[in-house]
């Protein structure tokens, strides 16, 4: 679509990649323009940049962007970073103390009073919130996706951002000893960040992905998602 | 009352009459003004003129020169002429009398 054959240039290319946030109609219109006005490449990037900051602000003060904003990726994106951190404590402890000692029975049983807890129950529990995880990011990244579709991509960028600001800032592993020799805090750093990369942001840019695309999904596969955030919400109620 | 560029766009779709389109009006504002015209500019000001029902846009053909890209076509309404004939007016008795030569 974009004027990459005859102007092979990278700052072009990019003015072409950036002017895809653009409505599909007034992107070609924009560089039609400015390839018949033989603009040099990286003012046509400017130019185009400048477009389309400008649109995208002007969606994002909409109602419908402010909505999106404050009503779905911030609030959503808080919450499941922070979600994300507080399983990824439990989980990089229990992977800690299994490493240290072969066993997770001794801090299930002393330290969080969670029962009989065996390495084959924890690996239950992880799993399953690694599940609820994904699922719940992906259905918000799909509820993105529909912004991102009519060009409002502001609510979209700022989710990722309070996921990853929100990753780093928050810090439950605060409740752990701080002595170097204490490895946990390590596994636990690592926990987190495998938990907000790979079943947060991950996920999400997969909902993304099915937002934006035009193709419907079946209902099939609508009920069978909306049954397992259903079914793992339940669960995770009690976690 | 429209602004300055809403006015160097509305005269300059004017004057290329059914040969206004994005980069035609470009070409005009920057030959009238002696400084380049921005695309993001000109494009945030046809939607504000558009809003105010001083202009209609659509979609023309593609072309070869473009790429195979369409035009954004400009048309002026008549509330648009008029619009533009106030702010001329304005101009012109404000300037009546004064010397900018120094």
Redesign the interface.
């Known amino acids: 679509m974009g004027d990459v054959k005859t102007r092979p240039t990278l700052l072009w290319r990019t003015a072409d990649a950036v002017s895809a946030l653009l409505s599909p109609a007034e992107r070609l219109a924009v560089l039609g323009d400015l390839a018949e006005a033989h603009v040099r490449d990286g003012e046509a990037l400017r130019d185009v940049a400048g477009l389309v900051l400008r649109r995208q602000l002007n969606q994002a003060c909409s109602i419908a962007g402010l909505c999106g904003t404050f009503l779905l990726a911030l609030p959503i994106g808080i919450v499941l970073s922070a979600r994300a951190q507080h399983w990824a404590v439990g989980a990089g402890v229990y992977l800690w103390s299994f490493l240290r000692v072969g066993s997770v029975e001794p801090l299930a049983r002393t330290i969080w009073n969670a029962g009989d807890a065996n390495a084959a129950t924890v690996a239950v529990w992880v799993l399953l919130n690694a599940a609820t995880l994904a699922v719940w990011s992906t259905g918000a990244g799909w509820a993105l996706g529909a912004f991102a579709r009519r060009g409002n991509w502001i609510p979209v960028l700022l989710f990722y951002v309070t996921v990853l600001l929100v990753s780093m800032i928050r810090n439950d592993i605060g409740v752990l000893p701080r002595h170097p020799a204490f490895a946990a805090f390590g596994v636990v750093a690592t926990a987190t960040a495998v938990h907000s990369a790979l079943l947060v942001i991950a996920p999400a840019l997969y909902g993304l992905g099915l937002g934006l695309a035009r193709r419907p999904v079946s209902v099939a596969a609508r009920v069978a998602f909306a049954m397992a955030i259903m079914l793992l919400t339940y669960r995770a109620v009690d976690v | 009352m429209i602004g300055n560029y809403e006015y160097l766009v509305l005269s300059a779709a004017v004057r290329l009459g059914n040969a206004a ?3 035609s009006v ?2 005009e504002i920057a030959e009238a003004t002696g400084s ?1 015209c ?4 000109l ?2 000001t046809l939607d504000r003129l558009e809003d105010k029902g001083l202009i209609i846009t659509s ?1 023309g053909d ?2 070869p ?3 195979g ?4 076509l400009i048309r002026v309404t008549p509330k648009g002429r008029r619009e533009g004939a106030v702010f001329y007016q304005i101009v012109m008795r404000a300037s009546n009398g004064t010397l900018w030569a120094t």
Do not use: E
């Not at chain 2, 921005?38 to 500019?41: E, F, N, Q, Y």
């Not at chain 2, 890209?69 to 954004?72: A, E, G, L, W």
């Open positions: 389109y994005g980069a470009m070409k380049p921005s695309v993001g500019a494009y945030t979609m593609p072309t020169v473009r790429g890209r369409p035009k954004r």
